[in-house]
């Protein structure tokens, strides 16, 4: 299986910040990845799919880059609705495989 | 507006068997790949198991091969997880997801509100 691995696990920022989150394939994925938020206590919220494609009704500070094995999800201005736990899934070869999570809290 | 709602979890003794289902509406339910994902508490998703549009493909994790059975009512726009030799481990919120997908593969855009399975003597 393909293992997903991201950084950090935690993230302290404050509102208004720049945040990066990093997600690693222990194998090539190509272009074929996603990335969630999830709140406590509810369902994952789609993203961005395809590495860069944002969701629809998804706020334009999100945004995601990369290719193969490097990932990246960017918040360019980090808002209170924004505090969460991240997580990037790879649906280049079965089975489809998530990291981790990367939760970002209030600094 | 897509709707995803699941039932069925509850309290199951190691050993024993739960059937989970997710009812599905405002979308045309046969033409989507529908999946389970579960969450162990505090844990991250794990992808458990999917199903083609017409039923005939099914796939499975490794962890829940041979102990897990997903099907699917077309007519009835429903999704089933039949779970048997139920472990501790296998406590989780689990989701039905509908797939979208790219590069054969698949991503998940639309999510239940899980229903919660513990295994616990």
């Known amino acids: 299986d393909i293992q997903m691995t991201q950084s950090p696990s935690t993230l302290s920022a404050s509102v208004g910040d720049r945040v990066t989150i990093t997600c690693r394939a222990s194998?090539?994925?190509?272009?074929?990845l996603a990335w969630y938020q999830q709140k406590p206590g509810k369902a994952p919220k789609l993203l961005i799919y395809?590495?860069?494609s944002l969701e629809s009704g998804v706020p334009s500070r999100f945004s995601g880059s990369g290719s193969a094995t490097d990932f990246t999800l960017t918040i360019s201005s980090l808002q209170p609705d924004d505090f969460a736990t991240y997580y990037c899934q790879q649906y280049d070869t079965y089975p489809w495989t998530f990291g981790q999570g990367t939760k970002v809290e209030i600094k | 507006e897509v709707q995803l709602v699941e039932s069925g979890g509850g309290l199951v003794q190691p050993g024993g068997s739960l059937r989970l289902s997710c009812g599905a509406s405002g979308f045309t339910f046969s033409s989507y790949v529908m999946s389970w994902v579960r969450q162990a508490p505090g844990k991250g998703l794990e992808w458990v198991s999917g199903i083609s549009g017409r039923g005939g493909s099914t796939y499975y994790a490794d962890s829940v091969k041979g102990r897990f059975t997903i099907s699917r009512d077309n007519s009835k726009t429903t999704l089933n997880l039949q779970m048997n030799s139920l472990r501790g481990e296998d406590t989780a919120v689990y989701y039905c997801?509908?797939?979208?997908?790219?590069?054969?593969?698949?991503?998940?855009?639309?999510w239940g509100r899980g229903t919660l399975v513990t295994v616990s003597s």
């Open positions: 395809e590495v860069s």
């Open positions: 997801a509908k797939a979208a997908g790219g590069g054969g593969g698949f991503y998940y855009g639309d």
């Open positions: 194998q090539s994925v190509s272009r074929w």
